[in-house]
């Protein structure tokens, strides 16, 4: 094999082992998994009804909510707030870094949807 051919082999092999991920689907920079937490809101109820959902440090978490209403969905602690159309799902994606309970709520409706408890 030539210098060329080699050159090109190692750099195939290079940039095909940076495109392989973690079966978990883990953020490249947080070294854990993936936390895919799904809520939803009718009718006033939120299902699964609000609860204490663990997350270790450094996952990344990936909350989907589902609302009825217009109304803004915010995560504490993290200070991200999203917009949510009615029927459409919303996803706010973010690295829990730090340790500690983190609420999740709306904003016009007054909701508690989740406790975030980071460990």
Known sequence: MNRTAAALALLLAVLLAGCSGSST????????????IRVAVKDGKVTPATHREPVAEGDTVKLVITTDTADEVHVHGVDIEKETTPGKPVTITFV???AGIYEVETHESGLQLLQLEVR
């Open 25 to 36: 689907g883990g953020d490249a920079n947080s070294g854990g998994k993936t936390d895919t």
């Open 96 to 98: 829990a870094k730090d």
